[in-house]
């Protein structure tokens, strides 16, 4: 299987987030002619990040296809799109659970909040607008499945060209992806980057991206749990 070299693979994933973000911005100024105000107005507006999930998913995930068919290599194989064994799944929940009681717990005791202002804004406001099913459904399944593809997928496939290179290739994909999770302080970013490195060290061992799409989705369905009770019930 011909792979992409190291600075072809990150001029392709380059080319693949802007352009599906350039084409959900254009898409969406021509379909909502105030959606800049409305972002200066509501900077987490629900609505906006769902819309721009739903057109720059698909995009992002369609130019990296045409990258891999470019290479001649099967898109399966290229993205590891398999199922892992059955060990790599129950290693994989254990250890997202273990993380996740983790972080909340660190967080709790050093007195930051679970759910943050970005979590709390765009759920509010894709709730007043009626679109909180789309937003879940964007932020629980089209993100992850997404982001999984493009990095521990795509980016993956062309850095981790060895078992010397994989936990370099993990470490640099974590940064890069926790590094884009702009709307987030420090502390979600940090935890976000450590969840890459567990995310990139069972994709390594499972040879499966479907099964970090799976942990990825989980991960965003428990947060969007706290946000769920934190809005309804502690607000």
């Known amino acids: 299987m011909r792979i992409w070299g190291y600075w072809a693979t990150f001029g392709w994933t380059v080319l693949a987030f802007f352009a599906g973000q350039i084409v959900a911005l254009a898409a969406v100024m021509r379909w909502w002619p105030g959606a800049l105000k409305s972002l200066v107005a509501t900077p987490y507006d629900g609505v906006l990040i769902t819309l721009f999930l739903l057109i720059s998913t698909p995009i992002t995930i369609a130019i990296l296809a045409l990258a891999v068919r470019l ?15 059955m060990r790599y799944v129950k290693t994989g929940l254990v250890c997202l659970i273990g993380l996740i009681a983790l972080g909340d717990a660190l967080l709790f005791l050093g007195g930051h909040a679970l759910v943050t202002q970005f979590q709390i804004q765009s759920y509010n406001s894709a709730a007043a607008a009626g679109w909180l099913a789309a937003m879940l459904a964007a932020t629980i ?3 992850p499945a997404g982001e999984e593809i ?14 010397r290179s994989a936990w370099p290739a993990i470490v640099a994909i974590s940064l890069i992806w926790a590094a884009l999770h702009v709307q987030y302080d ?6 976000i980057f450590i969840i890459g490195l567990f995310l990139g060290w069972i994709r390594w061992r499972s040879a499966s991206t ?3 799409f799976v942990l990825h989705a989980l991960f965003n369905l428990e947060g969007t749990v706290e946000t769920v009770l934190h809005a309804r019930f502690f607000s």
């Open 141 to 143: 399944i089209v993100a």
């Open 150 to 163: 493009m990095f521990r997928g795509f980016l993956f496939r062309g850095w981790a060209r060895s078992d």
């Open 71 to 85: 290479a001649r290599a099967r898109i399966s194989d290229y993205l590891a799109l398999t199922w892992p064994q």
């Open 186 to 191: 420090w502390t979600g970013i940090l935890q």
């Open 210 to 212: 479907l099964l970090t």
